[in-house]
């Protein structure tokens, strides 16, 4: 049975929306308490809007259970608000971009707050979050047979390198690509001592440098929602990018295309790009990660 609606409540109701997807098994804990603190103009709000879930949320058990770790993670984390809060006023991810360079200096602003929200608001700021949330995301990747020791790839919009180090340990050779040059460092630092992993500061404009045929991986995670952004199709423009430089048979995987938008209306609109470029689609799906509410495309460049 799932949670029935909430009583009206004094603060508002869009906090509670996310506290109730995760009581249903929508979204994980911290995905969904970052939400309500991105959504929150007050401390006192967030915390209200926890007891009320909690207060409401009382069957079945394991509903009761989701909206407690929520709270839970709350008590747990008190560096959760500013970490959030900082990082939205350094970077509005929301607001209008002109062009690649406009998140370039965004993503900037946001790793001198702090790389691990700056790129993941759900790890709330919190290293061992962001660290299981890129480990579950490589665990999907071997269960969709993407890795393997004599294959190369490419982690587009890389951010702190969290993914990279992840990734490192199950390919060949991978390569983290990103716009912002603050980011970078971070990467450059984490990852320091992988002899397989490189690093390479794009334009954000399309994968220019990059030989054709030279991955069999292109993954994209969350990097296609900035791309949707902007101006001069730059996610069409990636898309026949990432058929150029994939080997036949190499997989694109994005995490995520587009926010605000439909499910529906995203999947086609995805598919149809893709297709354009002259891939195929091999998978569409959604919750498949454990602290982190990524939709998944994976698209097959043919080998015909």
């Known amino acids: 049975m799932s949670p029935r609606p909430p009583r009206p409540i004094d603060h508002a109701e869009s906090l509670l929306a996310p506290l109730y997807a995760c009581a249903r098994g929508e979204v994980a804990p911290n995905v969904a308490l970052a939400q309500v603190v991105m959504r929150a103009e007050t401390r006192t709000a967030v915390e209200a809007a926890l007891a009320a879930a909690q207060q409401e949320i009382r069957s079945p058990a394991s509903a009761a259970a989701r909206a407690g770790a929520a709270a839970a993670l709350w008590r747990a984390t008190p560096g959760a608000w500013d970490a959030v809060k900082q990082v939205l006023s350094a970077a509005d991810h929301d607001a209008p971009a002109r062009g690649a360079a406009d998140w370039a200096a965004r993503f900037d602003a946001a790793a001198a707050v702090s790389p691990e929200a700056g790129v993941a608001l759900y790890s709330l700021g919190r290293a061992d979050l962001a660290d299981a949330a890129a480990r579950s995301i490589v665990g999907r990747m071997q269960a969709w047979g993407l890795t393997g020791r004599d294959r190369c790839a490419i982690d587009l919009g890389c951010g702190s390198g969290r993914l990279l180090l992840a990734l490192a340990p199950y390919m060949g050779r991978v390569v983290g690509a990103d716009v912002s040059a603050g980011m970078l460092k971070a990467a450059r630092r984490r990852c320091s001592g992988l002899a397989n992993v490189s690093l390479a500061r794009t334009s954000g404009e399309d994968l220019a440098g990059f030989a054709d045929g030279a991955f069999d991986l ?70 498949d990660f454990d602290l982190w509410d990524g939709r998944t495309f994976h698209f097959l460049r043919p080998t015909r």
């Not at 969350?222 to 080997?247: E, I, S, T």
């Not at 938008?261 to 959604?286: F, I, K, N, P, Y």
């Open 218 to 287: 292109v993954a994209a995670v969350d990097v296609f929602p900035y791309l949707v952004r902007c101006p001069g199709d730059l996610a069409l423009r990636h898309m026949f990018d990432a058929y150029r430089v994939l080997a036949p048979g190499g997989s694109l995987l994005i995490l995520n295309y587009a926010y605000g938008m439909d499910a529906a209306s995203e999947s086609a609109e995805v598919t149809a790009c893709a297709e354009r470029a002259g891939l195929r689609l091999a998978r569409r799906g959604r919750n």
